[in-house]
């Protein structure tokens, strides 16, 4: 099987999907206009809600949603084979995701830039408003610290992207500062910046840098999640929203060679398209949580309703910014796979799971479900480096545009994420009056301590698979509310309801997996934090439907 046949018929399924079943559900579900004032306009204050044009915010929204996470979960996924992971990256996007993410933003837009959590509170009820802000607040948790231990790797075993990741935060601040202040158009300063980046990636390849410590990662750590707290306290146009930018123009050069790479090139599949092993957990329900962001994310929500309805300008907008984001994050889990199955046999002298091959085989990087899952994102950093090689590329060049590519957007999830926490720990300490909650200082250390607390004790990637399910879970959640708001405005909610009640079987399944898992290897922190995600997931599922059969039946 050629790769190329595998990219066009993603590409073509998107495509459609976007022309068609986004503007049907624009129209007959959303009956999405122009003719409101948006929240960015109505609440402008110079900090959060911000008025911002559609190419600016769709870099920032796609770049926010478009972390590690789509290129982790296919690059372990794959395990089970190519076919099942491309099916529903590009079934669970188009139908589950999209709708998802634009559905979130738009009755955020609707409710006055309210988040998802607060307008539980309208549709259900106050205690599952509650319920729900605890369940994010765990889940975000769990975000910060995947994204951070992520981060904390790659500059490890990358040493060279540690000079262009940090001067892209300068870069950033100055851009930001030329667009708002002195009111310079966006594009000429964000090609300049992008260019300034590449030559940073050159000569952080001369000159890396490393930590010479005995756990450089934790060292990492500590100051991802001090800069992460810093910069979720300032305006989102001095840093946030430029350097989402520049990471957006940077995401579509760095896909758009690796595509330019596959279509020139044509790289053969060299995975099966199916493997059943049984020494890997089952496909089902375990590939659905797997690969969680780049299908379907309850993390996108949370950008969708926190930020990004804050910056809409016009209501028209939330279409290419919600369901075309997503569709692009499809495109990166794609391009994942692509690299997982066909580059990483192009790889050669590399060293995976101890030992050392002059040309690495699938079989070589897959021998197990253990190297899979220890290995995480290195198949798409391989294989996307040596596709990138094929255009001429050195290896150091090639492999540390990619680390590069895939610090970016997880660094930019980790400031989303805490300030999505700091908000979402303010709205608690309004809904249960305490007051020391509503300090912003405060909201933003409680947001990243435990976080930071959850990277350590041996728990780290540990973490994945509950942060998979748990994600996937507040994206059906979600969808729940999404239902509920248009059922009682009389909408067709089957679009929404059909991938609710998907998500929520298989996370619930996961979930309680992973709870039986957890009791047997004794890790008590883990089942601790499972049961009350099970907790709250099932009291909130019984009063979401309590509401709908007393809208159905009433």
């Given at each position: 099987m050629n790769s190329i046949y595998l990219v066009l018929f993603a590409f073509i399924c998107f495509f459609l999907g976007y022309k068609f079943y986004s503007k049907y559900i624009a129209t007959?579900?959303?009956?999405?206009?122009?003719?409101?004032?948006?929240?960015?306009?109505?609440?402008k204050d110079g900090l959060d809600y911000v008025p911002t044009k559609k190419h600016i915010l769709f870099g920032h929204h796609f770049t926010s949603i478009a972390g590690a996470a789509p290129i982790i979960g296919p690059c372990i996924a794959v395990f089970w084979g190519w076919a099942p992971a491309?099916?529903?990256?590009?079934?669970?996007?188009?139908?589950?995701?999209?709708?998802?993410?634009?559905?979130?933003?738009?009755?955020?837009?609707?409710?006055?830039?309210?988040?998802?959590?607060?307008?539980?509170?309208?549709?259900?009820?106050?205690?599952?408003?509650?319920?729900?802000l605890c369940f994010v607040m765990c889940l975000t948790w769990l975000v910060l610290a995947v994204f951070?231990?992520?981060?904390?790797?790659?500059?490890?075993?990358?040493?060279?992207?540690?000079?262009?990741?940090?001067?892209?935060?300068?870069?950033?601040?100055?851009?930001?500062y030329l667009i708002y202040k002195k009111k310079i158009d966006s594009f000429i300063p964000s090609v300049i910046a992008l260019c300034l980046l590449y030559l940073f990636v050159y000569l952080g390849t001369l000159y890396p840098i490393s930590i010479n410590a005995d756990n450089p990662q934790n060292i990492w750590i500590v100051l991802l999640f001090t800069y992460s707290g810093i910069a979720s306290m300032l305006p989102v146009w001095l840093l946030l929203q430029p350097r989402d930018y520049i990471n957006s123009h940077q995401l579509l050069v760095g896909l758009g060679l690796i595509y330019i790479s596959i279509f020139i090139f044509r790289p053969e599949?060299?995975?099966?398209?199916?493997?059943?092993?049984?020494?890997?957990?089952?496909?089902?329900?375990?590939?659905?949580?797997?690969?969680?962001?780049?299908?379907?994310?309850?993390?996108?929500?949370?950008?969708?309703?926190?930020?990004?309805?804050?910056?809409?300008?016009?209501?028209?907008?939330?279409?290419?910014?919600?369901?075309?984001?997503?569709?692009?994050?499809?495109?990166l889990a794609l391009?994942?796979?692509?690299?997982?199955?066909?580059?990483?046999?192009?790889?050669?002298?590399?060293?995976?799971?101890?030992?050392?091959?002059?040309?690495?085989?699938?079989?070589?990087?897959?021998?197990?479900?253990?190297?899979?899952?220890?290995?995480?994102?290195?198949?798409?950093?391989l294989g996307g480096a040596a596709l990138l090689e094929k255009l001429g590329l050195s290896v150091e060049i090639a492999r540390t545009l990619i680390s590069v590519l895939i610090i970016s957007f997880a660094a930019t999830t980790l400031d989303t994420a805490t300030r999505i926490q700091r908000m979402i720990i303010t709205e608690l300490g309004s809904a249960t009056n305490i007051t020391p909650l509503k300090n912003k200082i405060g909201a933003t250390m409680l947001g990243v301590i435990p976080a930071y607390l959850l990277t350590l004790n041996g728990t780290g990637w540990k973490?994945?698979?509950?942060?998979?399910?748990?994600?996937?879970?507040?994206?059906?959640?979600t969808l729940m509310v999404l239902s509920l708001y248009f059922c009682k405005k009389g909408r067709n909610?089957?679009?929404?309801?059909?991938?609710?009640?998907?998500?929520?079987?298989?996370?619930?399944?996961?979930?309680?997996?992973?709870?039986?898992?957890?009791f047997i290897a004794q890790n008590y922190l883990l089942l601790s934090i499972n049961m009350i995600l099970i907790v709250l997931i099932l009291w909130m599922i019984i009063e979401g439907f309590i509401q709908i059969k007393n809208k159905v039946f009433k």
């Open positions: 007959k579900i959303f009956n999405l206009n122009n003719d409101n004032i948006t929240p960015a306009h109505e609440n491309l099916l529903w990256v590009v079934i669970g996007t188009i139908f589950m995701g999209a709708i998802h993410d634009f559905g979130a933003l738009v009755v955020s837009l609707k409710e006055k830039g309210r988040s998802i959590a607060d307008i539980t509170s309208k549709v259900i009820n106050k205690r599952t408003r509650i319920m729900f951070a231990m992520a981060i904390a790797k790659l500059f490890t075993l990358y040493p060279a992207s540690v000079i262009p990741v940090n001067i892209e935060i300068i870069i950033a601040i100055i851009m930001g599949v060299t995975a099966p398209a199916l493997n059943l092993s049984t020494n890997a957990p089952p496909i089902i329900p375990f590939l659905f949580v797997t690969i969680a962001c780049g299908a379907i994310s309850g993390f996108h929500g949370l950008v969708s309703s926190g930020t990004t309805s804050k910056q809409i300008d016009k209501a028209s907008d939330a279409r290419i910014i919600g369901y075309g984001s997503m569709l692009g994050e499809g495109t391009a994942t796979i692509i690299a997982s199955v066909a580059g990483i046999a192009l790889v050669t002298n590399c060293e995976i799971n101890g030992v050392f091959h002059e040309h690495l085989a699938w079989s070589d990087y897959y021998d197990t479900w253990e190297h899979a899952a220890k290995n995480k994102f290195m198949a798409f950093v973490l994945w698979p509950v942060f998979g399910a748990s994600n996937q879970m507040l994206a059906a959640l909610i089957l679009p929404l309801i059909i991938p609710m009640l998907f998500i929520m079987v298989i996370t619930i399944i996961s979930l309680f997996l992973k709870t039986k898992e957890f």
